[in-house]
């Protein structure tokens, strides 16, 4: 974290602090455009997706305008992502432009195609690619409109695509009433961790869902939005949730954070793993002790191991979760694994410029070389992860930059502690502790998970320590992320949860 990045909106934001504390929350119709734009821009500025030279913000009335020009379409994804998780934005309008190094739609279909090939769960699909100046039409069917966002995020992960249409049907194999639909979604929504559902309401007619209410984020409403696609959605419609920055508060929240049963808690966790495409085909057998959550059972990819995981640490109730589902694929030959892991890297418009070299012993892939973030590395990770027939990945790649990797779970498509090379950076604090209690008070205050006045922050010699009291696991997780984005070399986590005593 450089001196000085978060300078410019410093005022303002003690300005909004000190009104938290004498107006209350209703008083408060919309925080003001350019502190939202400076947060945003100081957001892009420390993300290691993004670069903020290439993105242009503007805010009016908290509608946030991103411009400029990416070299990469998951680029652009990314810092739309961002801008959503910023508190008091309330729709992100995209107009930022893909112009990536000249590729023949040839290359890019081809690629595209092996993607689907070489993916464990999509290898048997039946997709078709269609590719026009760099624009990609997919069309197909599949079983879910889960399964259909994957094959986008497939697609979308090769170097070249400037756009996407998604024509991918969704045929469900059963047909469900309205009363059903609807039921489901409520059960999604309470026991989903990255949405607080109690001001959300849902209606559904003719299998086509309405959702109204409020929302603390832009990135909240996204994730309800995908919550209701459920079997037998039609549509979902989301624009009737408003966002309102002061809804992250814990006295809207109810009970959603009670404390939960472990049998119900084992339940929703089984029930996300049936959202899950990556999870749902497998039998992962779950224990719950006290909201410990352990994970047993086979797999036929890391990445399957790792989602069945994410997912399980998204669950309402859930503080811990014990993964020790093994891997064990139909394993191809070592050399066609370390074939496809090469491709993979090639593909990829983040590490397809780095020479990363890659071997493959009885299934288990080590990578050497050398990129220039933690992000890079964790992407390259995260693609050889996602190749048949790999069982575990040794991560041995250098890195020149060695900044700070957090985790934001609306933005990531990894969990930044799943990987076992990775510690945070116990270097020298570039801020004074003054400095660096600041940005991490900062950082708390943008952050759509956390509310500010449950949280104290201590520096001393740039160790910060986080006393108080939160509302959910994920707030005790994102806020260790906010204290390291702020700038502190280490961090002592001493939250409690208001439910329940810390483990």
């Known amino acids: 974290m450089k001196k000085g990045q978060h300078g410019r909106n410093i005022l303002i934001f003690w300005i909004v602090m000190i009104g938290l504390y004498l107006v209350p929350f209703s008083a408060f119709a919309q925080l003001a455009d350019p502190v939202i734009t400076n947060a945003i821009e100081s957001q892009i500025l420390v993300d290691p997706g993004v670069r903020l030279n290439d993105v242009e913000v503007k805010t009016t009335n908290g509608i946030v305008t991103l411009s400029g020009t990416v070299n990469n379409i998951l680029a652009r994804d990314r810092a739309v992502k961002v801008a959503q998780t910023v508190r008091g934005v309330r729709s992100v309008i995209d107009q930022i432009a893909v112009k990536p190094s000249l590729r023949l739609d040839s290359q890019i279909m081809k690629d595209i195609e092996d993607a689907f090939i070489y993916d464990p769960l999509t290898e048997s699909w039946e997709m078709y690619v ?46 469900r009433n309205d009363t059903e639909i609807r039921q489901e979604i409520d059960r999604r929504l309470l026991w989903d961790a990255l949405v607080d559902h109690h001001l959300i309401t849902v209606n559904v007619n003719d299998g086509n869902v309405t959702l109204n209410g409020t929302v603390g984020s832009a990135a909240e409403r996204l994730q309800a939005h995908g919550d209701a696609w459920v079997a037998g959605v039609k549509s979902v419609e989301a624009s009737g949730l408003e966002v309102k920055w002061w809804a992250r508060n814990d006295k809207l929240r109810k009970n959603k954070y009670a404390l939960r049963d472990d049998a119900k808690i084992k339940q929703a966790v089984n029930d996300a793993f049936l959202y899950d495409p990556r999870v749902s085909m497998f039998d992962i057998l779950v224990y719950v002790d006290n909201g410990s959550v352990t994970l047993n059972g086979k797999v036929n990819s890391l990445r399957t191991k790792r989602a069945a995981a994410r997912d399980a640490r998204n669950t ?26 090469r491709n993979a890297f090639v593909r990829d418009p983040y590490v397809e410029r780095f020479e990363i070299n890659v071997k493959v012993i009885d299934g288990n892939a080590y ?57 945070y950076p116990n270097s020298i604090p570039v801020m004074s502790d003054w400095e660096i209690k600041r940005q991490i008070n900062n950082e708390i205050f943008w952050s759509p998970f956390i509310d500010i006045e449950d949280v104290t922050v201590t520096v001393d010699n740039g160790i910060a ?5 939160v509302d959910s696991w994920v707030e005790y997780s994102i806020a260790v992320e906010n204290a390291l984005e702020g700038g502190a070399i280490m961090v002592d986590n001493e939250l409690e949860l208001k439910n329940r005593s810390n483990k």
């Open 465 to 469: 320590t986080l006393t108080g009291k």
């Open 367 to 423: 990578l050497n070389g050398t990129v220039d973030t933690y992000f890079e590395k964790a992407q390259a990770d995260y693609i050889a992860a996602g190749i048949y027939g790999v069982k575990e990945v040794h991560n041995r790649v250098k890195v020149e930059n060695t900044n700070v990797l957090t985790y934001n779970p609306y933005i990531d498509s990894w969990y930044t502690y799943d990987y076992d090379w990775y510690i």
């Open 130 to 175: 269609k590719v026009n100046s760099g624009k990609v039409t997919l069309s197909g069917t599949v079983d879910s409109w889960a399964e259909r966002e994957l094959a986008a995020k497939i697609a979308k992960g090769v170097r070249g695509v400037t756009a996407l249409e998604n024509n991918i049907n969704v045929d469900y194999k059963t047909i």
């Open 316 to 341: 309402v109730g859930v503080w811990q979760v014990n993964n020790f589902i093994k891997v064990r694929p139909n394993t191809p030959t070592d050399k066609k694994i370390a074939a496809n892991i």
